[in-house]
């Protein structure tokens, strides 16, 4: 099995990682209520997706 010759400096491997950064979620509002919620996901506070009731809510 081929092996690396040479340890890898520190620089190097923090050059690979820069781009190892998460960026944080983008919420859209809610058409219903206008709530921010992540897209595809059923909305937190009217339990609506796709313009059906999916999840009963107290209110
Ligand atoms: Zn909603």
Not at 6 to 31: F, I, V
Request: aromatic residues 2%; positive net charge.
């Amino acid at each position: 099995m081929a092996v690396p010759k040479r340890k890898h400096s520190n620089s190097r491997t923090g050059k690979r990682r820069s781009h190892h950064a998460m960026k944080p979620k983008q919420l859209q509002s809610c058409p219903r209520c206008g709530t921010p919620q992540p897209s595809h996901v059923v909305c937190p506070n009217c339990g609506q997706y796709m313009g059906r009731t999916l999840v009963e809510t107290e209110e």
